[in-house]
């Protein structure tokens, strides 16, 4: 069965970085794109980017381009998203989605918790 | 702001039907992208809950559907149950943004 299996939560200071993962199973890991969506306690989902594992290629959105970088992995199957220059508004769950046919979002990764504070 | 555009609340009684709007743009809905919903319970992760505008995926039921018309979409829920409360969100994406999937604000469902 199709997983998508995230790291555990962050704790970071602002002005740091953070480095997540999210690890793919059960299907083909290059035939289909990754989304990263945020949400902010109590907030809605935010889009923050997608990456085609097949070629590397992405597309962030304009509120995070300069402070993201989505990268992977094909020999264990995973993608990466870092973003750069924390603040307390970065505070959320991170998840990562498949994008499946018709641009749906089919699975999701459990979330990841990443707060931010100093 | 979102790109799409929800009512933050809706409610309804056991029994009833609802409708939560998702409106848009000539370059998303307008443009001939797909609306999709996703279901999200507290403290989990979303749920596809509609694909391709009106299309339900294996295992959900029957009382969810979704329509779209030109700029908007819409998904209703007919024989509300308990069960149902929680929010909803439509995604699409956006020509004027290189293609980006674009998410409405959600909308919280109270089963009052």
């Known amino acids: 069965q199709v997983q998508l299996v995230q790291s555990g939560a962050e704790v970071k200071k602002p002005g740091a970085s953070v480095k997540l993962s999210c690890k793919a199973s059960?299907?083909?890991?290059?035939?289909?794109?990754i989304h990263w969506v945020r949400q902010a306690p109590g907030q809605g989902l935010e889009w923050m980017g997608v990456?085609?594992?097949?070629?590397?290629?992405?597309t962030y959105a304009q509120n995070f381009q300069g402070r993201v970088t989505m990268t992977r992995d094909t020999s264990t199957s995973t993608v990466y998203m870092e973003l750069s220059s924390l603040s307390s508004e970065d505070t959320a769950v991170y998840y990562c989605?498949?994008?499946?046919?018709?641009?749906?979002?089919?699975?999701w990764g459990q979330g990841t918790l990443v707060t931010v504070s100093s | 702001q979102s790109v799409l555009t929800q009512p933050p609340s809706v409610s309804g009684a056991p029994g009833q039907r609802v409708t939560i709007s998702c409106t848009g743009s000539s370059s998303n809905i307008g443009a001939g992208f797909d609306v999709h919903w996703y279901q999200q319970l507290p403290g989990t992760a979303p749920k596809l809950l509609i694909y391709?505008?009106?299309n339900r995926p294996s295992g959900v039921p029957d009382r969810f559907s979704g329509s779209k018309s030109g700029t908007s979409a819409s998904l209703a829920i007919t024989g509300l149950q308990a069960e149902d409360e929680a929010d909803y969100y439509c995604?699409?994406?956006?020509?004027?943004?290189?293609?980006?999937?674009?998410f409405g604000g959600g909308t919280h469902l109270t089963v009052v």
């Open positions: 059960g299907y083909t890991f290059i035939s289909h794109y």
């Open positions: 989605a498949r994008k499946s046919y018709s641009g749906r979002i089919d699975y």
């Open positions: 391709a505008n009106n």
């Open positions: 995604q699409s994406y956006d020509s004027s943004l290189s293609g980006s999937a674009v």
């Open positions: 990456i085609n594992p097949s070629d590397s290629d992405t």
